[in-house]
């Protein structure tokens, strides 16, 4: 399971990189969990790190 910490910057390459469409913006981005396939595409796509694997 990903999730996004506090270390988003809110820049939205993440949603681009996502094939499920599981990531959903806000203040900080957030990963629906029940669309997320867990590619891990938005954790190299992430430029701040900010997507962890919990």
Do not use: H, R, W
């Not at 469409?21 to 701040?48: F, M, N």
């Amino acid at each position: 399971m990903y999730k996004i910490t506090d270390e988003c910057v809110a820049c939205g390459t993440c949603l681009d990189e996502c094939p499920n469409d599981a990531i959903k913006e806000g203040d900080i981005y957030v990963i629906d969990q029940d669309a997320c396939a867990e590619c891990g595409a938005c954790v190299d796509a992430c430029p701040s790190g900010a997507i962890i694997e919990e």
